[in-house]
């Protein structure tokens, strides 16, 4: 009896011990789950057997991730006999907006009763990061016949998710640099969305060409009501709009002077308000310019709009005209062309440009004089040159042989005349106009006017010129001399260099020369402006161009003639040539 009973004994106890311990295990050696994510779930599951209760501790060993990035664990759990469930613990995770990318914990069993122990898991907590929302830089530029300027929103700090932000463009104060809505550019109230993983966009400001010559003016662009992200460090952007147009002259005052039988373009009021600095007028920033306040010298403008400077007992007259930009690299500098035209660029970044001129009194002699042989009627042209329209009474009409009615062109012929801009003082007793030999070609002449100025007689020069010097530059440089007229054979057209329009009527230009046997050569000419211009009789745009004709003044050599684009033309007699070697 004995025996059997501690064999049934023996028994029960071996098979209890190799069966009643089951194990514990976490699901999964590793765990990934967004920083994002609030919480992280993490299951314990029991295999084996289920024969007696079991519990464990779940407990989170820092690594990379620490504190801030989760909360530490630390929980207990427990299983009776008979189950086999997922026990499951929630883990606290801590969105710290630090762009650290991964970062890693470990999960570890403790105090094991009942069942065996799996191993540890990893859990990875990926980085998102919304990132901020700003501009890319705190100034942007647009040029204005672009017709937008460009602004860019970066996302910086991180990318994850989608996001946006509204942007709107706002006025800036004071004037005069501020840009005017619906003037100068178009409103901008909109909302900017970046998708996942964007980090950048350029949002088009759509500007307005007002083809008015101004200086640059400015708007502001602003950030604001950011979702799915926050706001950066630049919110705010000044956007400059930079004007491509060069004259400022309509957008000024200028002065109409109305003299009878006298026609003439308005004149730039110099006593108006600088264009940038509304503390001083445009006559004041003129003045600073060097060369003036180092020679003790003052710009003056009189009742007629003329700008004058004395220069001991000379005075100069001008026409101030146009009010342009003046190239980003000029410094304040007065510069005279060849054909007597001035520039006064000043510290502004403008250019004043005059004309010469003749002296108001100069210009009543010279009306008077010409009125007493029936031509009292003046046009002072764009170029600042006085032209005299030779016949003024009615336009005649004449007909041809076939009893034809037809225009008599030489009624509008014209005489042409450019004033010098200096007024010197002159021993002459009374007020008139003469012809003296020109000083360059004593064959020529001008024209001298004197007049009487504050008890003293003053006298100008009114010389021949081209009808527009500019006009007849631009056709010498890119189409030259056409000498079709009187070359038979061979090419007939020669390229001309260096032209240029001279005070007094002279025109200089170069033609590059290759004699049959001999090295390139370059033949200086030198040319008169003839004083009368005639009308085209039937004129097309195809007549344009300088041409090579015969000898008009009978002095031996060729002569020129010169059809300009207001279906005008004029003559030019050759002065002297000669081989520059």
Not at 174 to 180: I, L
Not at 378 to 386: A, E, K, P, R, S
Not at 403 to 425: G, Q
Request: aromatic residues 8%; charged residues 20%.
């Amino acid at each position: 009896m004995r025996s059997p009973y501690w064999l049934v004994l023996s028994v029960c106890w071996v098979f209890s011990g190799s069966v009643s311990a089951g194990s514990l295990s976490f699901s999964s050696p590793t765990y990934t789950v967004s920083e994002h994510s609030p919480t992280l779930t993490v299951s314990v599951i029991r295999t084996g057997s289920t024969s007696a209760t079991a519990s464990v501790t779940v407990i989170s060993t820092p690594g990379t991730a620490g504190a801030d990035d989760f909360n530490a664990v630390s929980q207990a759990l427990t299983w009776g006999v008979a189950d086999a469930g997922i026990k499951t613990l929630t883990i606290t995770l801590k969105d710290d907006s630090l762009f650290e990318g991964t970062e890693i914990f470990s999960l570890k069993f403790t105090s094991a009763v009942g069942d065996g122990t799996g191993g540890d898991a990893v859990v990875n907590i990926t980085d998102y990061e919304e990132g901020k929302l700003q501009f890319s830089s705190a100034s942007f530029s647009g040029q204005e016949d672009s017709l937008q300027a460009n602004v860019t929103v970066t996302r910086v700090s991180g990318t994850a998710g989608p996001a946006t932000v509204k942007l709107k463009t706002v006025e800036v104060t004071p004037p005069p640099d501020k840009a005017t809505k619906d003037l100068d550019y178009t409103a901008v109230d909109t909302t900017l969305s970046f998708a996942d993983g964007e980090s950048s966009k350029t949002f088009a400001i759509p500007l307005k060409n007002d083809n008015v010559a101004e200086f640059s003016e400015f708007l502001q662009a602003t950030l604001s009501t950011p979702s799915g992200s926050t706001l950066g460090a630049i919110t705010t952007s000044n956007i400059e709009i930079k004007d491509t147009d060069s004259d400022f002259t309509s957008t000024l005052k200028l002065l109409t002077k109305n003299v009878a039988n006298i026609t003439q373009s308005q004149l730039v009021d110099l006593a108006q308000n600088s264009l940038l600095d509304s503390t001083k007028k445009v006559l004041d920033l003129v003045n600073t310019i060097p060369i003036l306040t180092l020679t003790g010298i003052t710009a003056k403008q009189d009742t007629d709009g003329l700008m004058t400077i004395d220069v001991e007992t000379d005075r100069v007259y001008l026409r101030p005209v146009y009010i342009k930009r003046a190239a980003s690299s000029a410094t304040p500098v007065i510069n005279v062309r060849d054909d007597i035209n001035s520039t006064f660029t000043t510290s502004q970044g403008w250019t004043l440009e005059a004309q010469p001129a003749l002296a108001t009194k100069g210009l009543t002699v010279l009306q008077k004089a010409l009125a007493a042989i029936f031509l009292p009627d003046l046009v002072i042209t764009d170029t600042g040159n006085i032209t005299i329209q030779a016949d003024q009474g009615a336009p005649p009409f004449e007909r041809d042989a076939l009893n034809n009615v037809i225009v008599n062109y030489k009624f509008y012929d014209r005489w042409n005349l450019r004033p010098s801009m200096i007024s010197t003082l002159t021993t002459a007793t009374k007020e008139g106009y003469s012809l003296v030999p020109h000083p360059l070609d004593p064959k020529e002449v001008v024209v001298s006017v004197v007049y009487l100025d504050s008890a003293k007689y003053r006298r100008q020069i009114l010389s021949s010129a081209p009808i527009n010097g500019p006009e007849l530059i631009q056709e010498l440089e890119s189409n030259g001399v056409n000498r079709c007229a009187v070359i038979l054979v061979g090419v007939c057209k020669v390229s001309v260099n260096n032209p240029k329009q001279l005070n007094s009527g002279i025109v200089t230009l170069d033609i590059p020369y290759t004699p049959p046997e001999g090295s390139l050569q370059t033949i200086k000419l030198t040319i008169f402006a003839d004083y009368k211009i005639r009308k085209v009789p039937n004129f097309t745009l195809s007549m344009v161009g300088f041409r090579e004709t015969i000898d008009l003044n009978q002095d031996g050599y060729g002569d020129y003639k010169m059809v300009y684009a207001n279906g005008e033309e004029q003559y030019f007699f050759l002065v002297s040539s000669y081989i520059a070697n």
